[in-house]
C-alpha cells in the first residue's frame, strides 16, 4: 500500500497588500524544501476552496525567477475572499465539506494567509479537526497593511505600504511646494486605517533632511474636533502658506460619526460588517476651502497604498517571505492552531525572527497606536512612533520591468 | 574696462512634471560647458523674477551628483508660477522693469522651461527685445505632463506622467481582480487632461502579456454619451464581473457641461482662467454604483502623476536633459524668440533629436489626440496611439534612496 502523500494547501484571504504573495513564495520554497509532495493554492480563499477551486501551484511557478516575480507582484495572486466562516454549530455541514475536500487532497497541513478575519478561520478549523480527530494542521500567515493584529511586533504588508505612502507624500509636498508662490495652499491626504491609524502616522517618515513632512496628522485612535482642526490649519496656513495634512479614512467625530459620512456620500458595508469609507479627504478640502478661502486639494492614495509593490519595503518582502516559511516549518513540525509573528530581536541594528502564537490568542484583537505616541495636541505622532515604522521601510527589491512598466507574475487559468 | 559677462538665466513655469528639473540639470550643465559665467535661476519664474527672487545656481549645485539628484527630483526646484504678463502695450512698465533687471544681472540669455502658457512669455519678451534693440536671447523649453503643445512630437514630461499612470494602473487592476471573487466590480480611474486625452489614453500601456489593461477608455476629445457609457459598461461588467475604466477629468456632455460639474462640486478657475476639475470618477462610480447596483471605486491619479519621480522614464528624462541643454546651445548661437522641440527621428529604433521652432508658431494651440486615433465607438486608444507612446516610458532611472526614501535635491535659502 502506498504511503500517504504529504500534500499542503495555501490561501489568501482579506484586503491585498504589495507582499502578500512573497508570503506565498515563502510557503512553496520552503513545502518544496521540506519534501512536501503537491503544493495547492485554493483561488479565492476559502470561499473558492468550497467551490473546489484550486490550483497545483507547480503548474504556475516553473523556476526561481518566477519565486522572484511572485515577490514582486501585488495582490493576491491566488485571489482573495472576505469570507466569514459560520461558528461549528451554526452549520456543521460546511465543516464537513471542507474536511472532506481536504481528505481527497491528501493535505496535511492548511496555511492562511491574512488579518484579523483569517485567523478567526485558522481558529475555527484547527478546533473543528481537533474535535473530530482529524491530522491535518493548520497555520495562519499574519498579512494586513492596517497593521492592526496582536501580538506580532508588525504584520507583513505594513512596511510597504508605510513606504509608498512615506514617498509619496514626499512628492506630493514637493509638487505642492514648487507651485505655490505667497498664496495659501493646502493639501489633505486620505490615508487608509479604518480604526488603526498606523498607516496614517507613517506619513510622519517623509519628514526628512531635505522634506518637512505633512503639518498636521489625525489617526482614528483620536476624536476628531473639526472647531480645533479649523483654528489649528488657519494659524498654520497665515504663518506657512503651504500646509499639508494627514488623515486616516477612519477619523470620526466625538457623536460617532466618521467625518466623511459628513459629506453625505453613500455607505458601503463589506461582508464583515465594516462600513466602506471613502471621501474624508475631499470633504475636509471643501470644508477647509470655504472656510479659509485658500486653494486646497484632497489627495487618496487609495488601493495604491496597498499595491504599489514597485516601491514595496525589501525588509517587509523579506519578512512575509520568512513569516511563510515559519508556517510550513511549524506544521511540518506539528503545529496547529497557531499564527506565525514577527517578533523584533533588536531595534539598532534592526534585526526580526518568526514566532508563533495560540491563533486563540489573536483573532478579532484590534492593535490600536498607543495614545502616548501621539502627540499631546492629539495631530502628531511621536519619536517613538517615527522609530518604530522606520526601519520597516528601508531598502528596495528592484521591480523586474519589461517594457518600460513592473512585471507581475499572474495566475495562469487552464 | 571689462568685458562684458555672459551670464544667464532660467526659469520653471506651469505645472510640474517629474522631469522638468531634469531640463534645469541640461540648462546649467550645458551653460558651465559653454562658458556662461553666471548661471541664475529665478524663483518661481517670471513672478518672482518682477520680485527680484532668484539664486545663483552655483551656490545650489556643487558635484556631478547633485546634477544626477536634480535630474531624480520631481516639481518644479526654482518653484513654479501661474503668471500671464500682459500684452506689451497694455503694461510696458513691466516690461522695463524686467529688462532693468536683466541689464543688473549682465544676462545674455533667458530660458524659460514651461507649456503654452509660458512659450508665450517667451513670445512677448523676445518681441519686446526685438522692438526696445535690446539683445538678450528668449528661449523657450517645452515640458507639460499633458503633451498637448504643437510642433514637438512629444513634451517632456508626458513619458514619466504615462509610466506611471500605465504602472500604477496594472497594480490597480492587480488589486481589483484579487478580491473579486464571483462579484461584480468596477473601478473607474481619473486622468488628468483637460482638453487633451493623451495621459488618459495612456493608460492602454497597462494592457500587456500578463495584464488585460482597462476596459474601456473615455478622452476629453470625444462627447461623453452617458446613456451609452452606462449600457456599454452594464453589458461588459456581466460579461466580466471586472471591469476597469480610464476616463479624462476633462470628459463634457453634449451640452459643454463637464462630467464632473454632475455632482454638484465646486468650481475652481486658476490664473489662467482654466476651470479646476476634480470628481469626475467620484461622481462615476456613484452614477454606476447607483444605477447597477455593484461595488464601485473611483481612483483619482491626482498629482502623483505628475509628481512621481521615482516611477520617472529614462527616455523623458535623458530627453528634458537635452532640450534644456539645445536651448542654451541655441541662445549661445544667437538664436532668439524659438522655443527647442523634440523631433522622433526613428520609430524603431527609437531614436530623437532636439529641433527648434519660432515661438510664435506654437504658443496657445492645443495639440489634441487625432480622432482616428480612438477607436470607431470613441472607448478605446488604437494601436497607432500606443505605438506613438510606448517608446516614451523606457528606462528607468532609479531613485537614490535615502533611509529607505527617494532623495531630492532642494532649495537651500540663505
Known amino acids: 500500500m502506498a504511503t500517504k502523500r504529504r500534500n499542503i494547501i495555501v490561501g489568501q484571504s482579506g484586503g491585498p497588500t504589495s507582499v502578500i504573495n512573497s508570503s506565498l513564495a515563502g510557503v512553496y520554497k520552503t513545502a518544496k524544501e521540506r519534501g512536501f509532495h503537491k503544493v495547492y493554492g485554493m483561488l479565492h480563499g476559502i470561499q ?9 501551484l507547480s503548474t504556475q511557478i516553473h523556476s526561481d525567477m518566477d519565486i522572484e516575480l511572485l515577490k514582486r507582484t501585488p495582490s493576491a495572486f491566488l485571489g482573495s475572499c472576505r469570507f466569514k466562516l459560520p461558528e461549528i454549530h451554526e452549520n456543521p455541514d460546511i465543516y464537513e465539506k471542507i474536511f472532506n475536500i481536504l481528505d481527497k487532497l491528501e493535505i496535511e497541513a492548511f496555511i492562511y494567509i491574512g488579518g484579523n478575519d483569517s485567523m478567526d478561520t485558522i481558529k475555527k478549523l484547527s478546533d473543528y479537526a481537533i474535535i473530530k480527530g ?4 493548520f497555520l495562519g500567515v499574519p498579512k494586513t497593511i492596517d497593521n492592526d493584529l496582536a501580538l506580532t511586533d508588525h504584520t507583513p504588508g505594513f512596511g510597504s505600504a508605510a513606504k509608498y505612502i512615506a514617498a509619496s507624500t514626499k512628492e506630493v509636498i514637493r509638487d505642492a511646494l514648487g507651485l505655490s508662490y505667497n498664496k495659501e495652499n493646502i493639501t489633505i491626504l486620505e490615508i487608509m486605517g479604518r480604526n488603526a491609524g498606523w498607516l496614517t502616522g507613517a506619513s510622519a517618515l517623509a519628514r526628512t533632511e531635505e522634506c518637512s513632512g505633512p503639518d498636521l496628522i489625525y489617526l482614528p485612535e483620536i476624536t476628531f474636533d473639526i472647531d480645533r482642526f479649523l483654528k489649528k490649519v488657519k494659524e498654520l496656513v497665515h504663518k506657512k502658506k503651504n500646509v499639508v495634512i494627514a488623515v486616516s ?17 453613500a455607505d458601503y458595508v463589506d461582508a464583515f460588517g465594516h462600513k466602506q469609507l471613502q471621501g474624508t479627504a475631499a470633504y475636509l478640502a471643501g470644508y477647509l476651502g470655504a472656510k479659509l478661502g485658500c486653494k486646497t486639494r484632497g ?3 487609495s488601493t495604491l497604498q496597498r499595491s504599489a509593490s514597485h516601491m514595496a519595503s525589501r525588509t517587509d518582502i523579506d519578512e512575509a517571505f520568512m513569516v511563510g516559511g515559519a508556517a510550513v516549518k511549524a506544521a511540518d513540525e506539528g503545529d ?7 517578533d523584533r530581536v533588536s531595534d539598532d541594528p534592526y534585526m526580526s525572527a518568526a514566532g508563533i ?11 490600536l497606536v498607543p495614545r502616548d505616541w501621539v502627540n499631546k495636541e492629539g495631530n502628531y505622532v511621536t519619536e517613538e512612533f517615527i522609530d ?3 526601519p520597516l521601510i528601508q531598502g528596495d527589491y528592484q521591480p ?4 518600460g512598466l513592473p512585471q507581475h507574475l499572474v495566475l495562469k487559468k487552464k
Do not use: P, W
Open 357 to 367: 502564537y495560540d491563533v486563540h490568542r489573536i483573532a478579532n484583537n484590534e492593535k
Open 400 to 403: 523586474f520591468m519589461v517594457n
Open 336 to 342: 496547529t492552531g497557531k499564527m506565525v509573528v514577527i
Open 299 to 301: 489627495i487618496e492614495f
Open 134 to 137: 482529524h491530522e491535518q494542521k
Open 249 to 265: 479614512e477612519g477619523i470620526k467625530l466625538e457623536d460617532g460619526r466618521y467625518v466623511c459620512e459628513l459629506s453625505g456620500g
Open 388 to 390: 518604530y515604522v522606520k
Open 48 to 56: 473558492g476552496f468550497l467551490d473546489e477551486q484550486y490550483v497545483d
